[in-house]
Nanobody, 119 residues
Framework: QVQLVESGGGLVQAGGSLRLSCAAS????????MGWYRQAPGKQRELVAA???????NYAVSVKGRFTITRDNAKNTVFLQMNSLKPEDTAVYYC?????????????WGQGTQVTVSS
């Protein structure tokens, strides 16, 4: 299991932007799918975005066109650029890694970072 350290969460007004980062320890970053889940109070945890080692991306319908996930294998870091944020994006965002292409079978979780979008 790798350790994942998240940063970049915070408070932003609707329509604004945030950029989340997730840095992975160890030497297996380049062979793992990376991404984020999020969970709001009273809601199920949902996949937000994922990126495979080859750069293929997968997004939740609710964020498609607004969020962009990228990875920098040299820095063992994955980024989530969140634009046009909406109050319904408010949640704790958890970085995750998996060996499967769709981030279904999560091997490691980050500590979570709070994203709050005000109206």
């Amino acid at each position: 299991q790798v350790q994942l350290v998240e940063s970049g969460g915070g408070l932003v007004q609707a329509g604004g932007s945030l950029r989340l980062s997730c840095a992975a320890s160890g030497s297996i970053f380049s062979i793992n799918t990376m991404g984020w889940y999020r969970q709001a109070p009273g809601k199920q945890r949902e996949l937000v975005a994922a990126i495979t080692p080859g750069g293929t991306t997968n997004y939740a319908v609710s964020v498609k066109g607004r969020f962009t996930i990228t990875r920098d294998n040299a820095k063992n870091t994955v980024f989530l650029q969140m634009n046009s944020l909406k109050p319904e994006d408010t949640a704790v965002y958890y970085c995750a890694t998996a060996r499967d292409n769709f981030l279904f079978f999560v091997a490691s979780w980050g500590q979570g970072t709070q994203v709050t979008v005000s109206s």
